[in-house]
């Protein structure tokens, strides 16, 4: 157990619709990063969170956006959603360099 | 762009024998260098990691290695199990203000009883 929480662990939705994917960092850690694993994209960043601002962005779609609360959770929304969708999607928190995985949430879109 | 390379995509050694899988990075700024082991539908998990100003890490029956001047960085996994049957990814990050991690490919490992 990394410490890391995510919620929820499975969503199945249809396209056209929007979810939001909730993770909870390690206590103490500032830092919140969100990746995407797809089989055809592996490992993906996607963006970065460091005491509620935005640190860094990847290959983010315009459709997904994030936000990281005075708590330090996050929240990585995802609207307009299509097939191509579908993924894994890991939250990691981490304090300097090193980074820890949550347990991850499978999106499903139909 | 940044982009890590990883070889093989796929190894299968018999138990007991060593494995070894190798990345390239391509930014010269990259000095932290992570190995996860993630197994079938689970997070991936940090097992080892080694930074620019360190040349070789072990920890056990793992090892990294690091060659700044070529821009490779290898896991060596020793005495392999059964347990050890998982895919393997490398990483690469720049650091400083933002950590974020540039993956590889992946590599599958089966260890084979």
């Known amino acids: 157990d990394s410490g890391v929480t995510q919620t929820p662990k499975h969503l199945i939705t249809a396209t056209g619709q929007r979810v939001t994917l909730r993770c909870s960092p390690r206590?103490?850690?500032?830092?919140v990063y969100w990746y995407q694993q797809s089989l055809d994209q592996g490992l993906q960043f996607l963006i970065q969170?460091?005491?509620?601002?935005?640190?860094a962005k990847g290959n983010i779609l315009e459709r997904f956006s994030a936000q990281q609360f005075p708590d330090l959770h996050s929240e990585l929304n995802l609207s307009s959603l299509e097939l191509g969708d579908s993924a894994l999607y890991f939250c990691?928190?981490?304090?300097?360099?090193?980074?820890?995985f949550g347990p991850g949430t499978r999106l499903t879109v139909l | 762009g940044e982009n890590v390379e990883q070889h093989p995509s796929t190894l299968s050694v018999q138990e007991g024998d060593s494995a070894v899988i190798k990345c390239t990075y391509s930014?010269?700024?990259?000095?932290?260098f992570p190995w996860y082991k993630q197994e079938l539908g689970k997070r991936p998990q940090l097992i080892i990691d080694?930074?620019?100003?360190?040349g070789e890490k072990k920890d056990q029956r793992i090892a990294v290695t690091l060659n700044k001047t070529a821009k490779h960085f290898s896991l060596h996994i020793t005495e392999t199990q059964p347990e050890d049957s998982a895919v393997y990814f490398c990483?690469?990050?720049?650091?400083?203000?933002?950590?974020?991690?540039?993956f590889g490919t992946g590599t599958l490992l089966a260890v084979q009883p």
């Open positions: 990691a928190s981490g304090y300097g360099d090193t980074q820890y």
């Open positions: 206590s103490g850690d500032l830092s």
């Open positions: 969170y460091y005491n509620g601002e935005e640190r």
């Open positions: 930014d010269s700024a990259s000095n932290y």
């Open positions: 080694i930074r620019s100003n360190v």
């Open positions: 990483a690469a990050s720049i650091g400083g203000a933002t950590n974020k991690l540039i």
